[in-house]
């Protein structure tokens, strides 16, 4: 067990819906990333958020959006859903985006919400 | 751009013979770690090792082990009399060193181990 928590961890929706993902990081954890793990385009990188704020952003569509709340839980939300947005969504914690000492933090993951889009 | 080739798709053994796991990567940073994660059946990533641009020192770790060589640009890691438990998929990971430090995954290698 990572610390890190996703829910639901299944999600059946269909096209042009909405859904919220969410991830609770790990005890002390600043940091939250999102990654997508889909098929044809393999674990990608959607958004890194440190302390409530955005930090980086990767492949990430418009129709998708994140946010960090004071509490650092991480919500990630889908909207417009398509059939090729089904995937397995990750979100990782790491305790920081080290910044200024080169040191880059490990990332543990969540067991992943696996999104299916009819 | 950081990219993380892993060329092999599926590796095939038997029970407690050894499997090695090629990952290679490319980056213009000097400053860089390495990773690998295992996704078992279940599908979650569970993180095995991190190794940093300065540290070519190889690591063993039980049946674990993992050979960088930064001349070859490669972070190879090998199972020791592989158990079926070892049945996944291994990915290799890369990260900058510095802020903003997402992971770029290489396609990831599926290990069946047969009983």
């Known amino acids: 067990d990572s610390g890190v928590t996703q829910t639901p961890k299944h999600l059946i929706t269909a096209t042009g819906q909405r859904v919220t993902l969410r991830c609770s990081p790990r005890s002390g954890d600043l940091s939250v990333y999102w990654y997508q793990q889909s098929l044809d385009q393999g674990l990608q990188f959607l958004i890194h958020y440190y302390n409530g704020e955005e930090r980086a952003k990767g492949n990430i569509l418009e129709r998708f959006s994140a946010q960090q709340f004071p509490d650092l839980h991480s919500e990630l939300n889908l909207s417009s859903l398509e059939l090729g947005d089904s995937a397995l969504y990750f979100c990782?914690?790491?305790?920081?985006?080290?910044?200024?000492?080169?040191?880059?933090?490990?990332?543990?993951f969540g067991p992943g919400t696996r999104l299916t889009v009819l | 751009a950081q990219k993380v080739t892993q060329a092999q798709t599926e590796i095939s053994v038997v029970e407690k013979e050894d499997v090695t796991l090629d990952c290679v990567y490319e980056?213009?940073?000097?400053?860089?770690?390495l990773f690998w994660y295992k996704q078992p059946p279940s599908g979650e990533l569970v993180f095995l090792i991190r190794r940093n641009s300065f540290d070519e020192q190889n690591e063993i770790s039980g049946r674990y082990s993992w050979n960088f060589q930064k001349s070859t640009s490669s972070f190879n890691f090998t199972i020791t009399a592989s158990q079926v438990v070892d049945s996944a998929v291994y990915f290799c990971a890369l990260s900058k060193g510095a802020a903003g430090n997402k992971l770029t995954f290489g396609g990831g290698t599926r290990v069946l181990v047969k009983p």
């Open positions: 980056t213009r940073d000097t400053t860089y770690y």
């Open positions: 990782a914690s790491s305790v920081n985006p080290s910044s200024t000492s080169g040191r880059s933090d490990t990332q543990y």
